[in-house]
């Protein structure tokens, strides 16, 4: 018989708890939920669990924080386990089924310390969020921290539109540069810091 693996585990960092002690269970401003979301970013490069990558689900239109997430491709050793991917799956746990749109759910947002990459966007459009909030767009992001997001095509707002889910962009843009440009400063000196391109963007 083939001896293969059956599972794999993907979980938050202890030190989320820590992160988490002093807030409350509803935030209600958007530019406060993505203060938190900038927040966890930073510090979990610092802990080496992987990008400087953080999300959160929250209820839209009261601001209860459903789940969290941050990239923990380095702490896990799998190559899906992004922010976006860790906040929607662990959503998906706590309301008990795949589709954050079911009916008699509240009105589930995803929000992102910058727009997802290609894999980050599948996940999200099939999650049933309706709503994603996103600190930015553009080409800083791959080229302050040098990680390869891949081929996403430039009406991928309109798409997320178009299938019923509300983008909004730039908010705390600058505060989510800065996080990239700490960690692009770490791993200029070379400061341990693995930047996890698989073959480098080339084949």
């Known amino acids: 018989m083939i001896d293969i693996a059956k599972?794999?585990?993907v979980a938050l960092p202890?030190?989320?708890?820590?992160?988490?002690?002093?807030?409350?269970?509803?935030?209600?401003?958007?530019?406060?939920?993505?203060?938190?979301?900038?927040?966890?970013?930073d510090r979990n490069w610092r802990e080496g669990n992987g990008g400087p990558f953080a999300a959160l689900v929250a209820e839209r239109d009261t601001g209860r924080i459903v789940s969290v997430g941050v990239n923990v491709v380095l702490a896990?050793?799998?190559?899906s386990a992004h922010a976006e991917v860790v906040a929607l799956g662990l959503a998906q746990t706590a309301t008990g089924g795949w589709d954050l749109g079911a009916e008699g759910l509240p009105v589930h947002e995803l929000v992102v310390n910058w727009r997802p990459c290609v894999q980050c966007y599948g996940a999200t459009m099939w999650s049933g969020v309706r709503?994603?909030?996103?600190?930015?767009?553009?080409?800083?992001?791959?080229?302050?921290?040098?990680?390869?997001?891949?081929?996403?095509?430039?009406d991928w707002a309109e798409q997320f539109e178009a299938r019923g889910i509300e983008v909004v962009g730039d908010v705390l843009r600058d505060e989510a540069l800065a996080v990239f440009r700490n960690y692009r400063k770490a791993v200029d000196a070379a400061d341990g810091i693995v930047v996890y391109n698989a073959r480098g963007g080339t084949e």
Do not use: Q
């Open 7 to 9: 599972e794999y585990r």
């Open 14 to 41: 202890p030190w989320i708890d820590d992160e988490l002690a002093d807030v409350p269970a509803v935030v209600p401003d958007r530019a406060d939920r993505m203060r938190l979301v900038h927040r966890l970013a």
């Open 76 to 79: 896990s050793g799998v190559s």
């Open 131 to 154: 709503a994603l909030v996103v600190a930015g767009e553009g080409p800083e992001l791959e080229e302050i921290t040098t990680f390869d997001e891949g081929p996403l095509g430039a």
